[in-house]
């Protein structure tokens, strides 16, 4: 069976890891082949150019959490890290000083700074980066153009665009979102083999991902929302009981004019690519039209309860594809 995830961070790479053990897709051993049968595409508008280096976070996330590189308390950046060098930058009196660039992590990053100035394509050196972390799928980019998420703000009645990074991290979501938009999504092209892979998918699964800046964001590069709604579509809610499990979606949903509700969101999400909605049990009698939605515990509290919500999702996509008959 093969599977496409669209995948934001945190939540998409724990819902990953998920997934994988529902599949029994192990993480190969060194020299063997990456296994074909889940392929990732991960959501490049939050990244961001800091310090002269590019910074994928969500591509880093489930890079670190597949490969069993990942800090888990935090849910992003490299176990056992260290900041020795976002210190040395501070005490320059470089800025930004609010976002955490770890020493490990900058091992990274000066990997791709290195092969951008090489001219190598960010799914050339997403691939080069996994040879190391082997995260038992093909992780793509969404796209190799450059998309960044920005979010326009009011401050004494002034209206200016911040980085996503920015109002996230520095601002904690807090001063309210007047509008979100993907700068340079317009012009963006999928990256080299995601739409073969969606082409080829027997089930589009949709991981508990923040649904406006991270699959939103995925589903805005023309031509990849096109390709999916052809496909058996199943998600997962991100929104347990009228809020986020985690993190500030509720802002973003309220910058879009999305109610924060898991109905609310499969209907945003659209009953033309959605065939299947899976809702925790605290939703149960949620109705979206012309999508199937069934409840279940959707917290990936530890490892058996991930599995078995992308068990979950798995049992329910096979039986919509079966509906589907030939469509696909
Ligand atoms: P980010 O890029 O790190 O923000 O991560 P994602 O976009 O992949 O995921 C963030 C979303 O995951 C948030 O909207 C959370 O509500 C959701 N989430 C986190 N943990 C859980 C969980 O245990 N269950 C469910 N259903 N959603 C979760
Ligand atoms: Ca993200």
Redesign the pocket.
């Known amino acids: 069976m093969r599977i496409v995830v669209p995948?934001?961070?945190?939540?998409?790479?724990?819902f990953l890891r998920g997934l994988k053990a529902a599949l029994g897709v192990d993480a190969p051993t060194p020299g063997e082949q990456s296994t074909d049968a889940i392929t990732v595409i991960g959501?490049t508008g939050?990244d961001i150019t800091l310090f002269g280096l590019r910074i994928c976070?969500?591509l880093d996330?489930v890079m670190y959490t597949l490969g069993g590189g990942i800090d888990e308390e935090r849910?992003?950046g490299r176990a056992e890290e260290t900041f020795t060098v976002k210190e040395e930058l501070a005490a320059y009196g470089m800025r930004p000083t609010w976002f955490g660039l770890g020493d490990r992590d900058t091992a990274t990053h000066i990997v791709r700074a290195q092969m951008i100035a090489a001219g190598y394509p960010l799914s050339a050196i997403t691939e080069a980066l996994c040879d190391r972390w082997r995260p038992g799928v093909r992780l793509l980019p969404m796209t190799d153009d450059q998309v960044e998420t920005h979010v326009v703000i009011e401050e004494d009645g002034k209206r200016r665009a911040i980085h996503f990074q920015e109002w996230w991290i520095r601002y904690r979501a807090s001063v309210p979102a007047l509008s979100i938009v993907g700068v340079g999504a317009e012009d963006a092209a999928p990256a080299p083999g995601v739409l073969k892979a969606i082409a080829e998918a027997d089930l589009v699964v949709l991981?508990?991902?923040?649904p406006v800046v991270?699959v939103g964001s995925i589903l805005n590069v023309p031509g990849i929302r096109e390709a999916m709604v052809d496909k058996t579509v199943v998600g997962?809610?991100?929104?347990?009981g009228g809020a986020?499990?985690?993190?500030m979606?509720d802002a973003c949903l309220t910058a879009i004019g999305v109610e924060t509700s898991a109905g609310a969101v499969a209907a945003h999400l659209g009953a033309d690519l959605l065939d299947g909605w899976l809702v925790?049990e605290a939703d149960a009698g949620t109705e979206v039209e012309g999508i199937e939605v069934r409840s279940r515990p959707?917290?990936?509290?530890d490892p058996a309860a991930t599995e078995a919500i992308a068990g979950a999702a798995l049992d329910l996509g096979r039986e919509l594809a079966g509906r589907k008959g030939g469509r696909g």
């Open positions: 995948a934001g961070g945190i939540g998409g790479a724990r959501n939050d976070p969500d996330t849910g992003w991981p508990p991902s923040n991270s997962v809610s991100p929104i347990i986020p499990v985690r993190g979606a925790d959707l917290y990936m509290s």
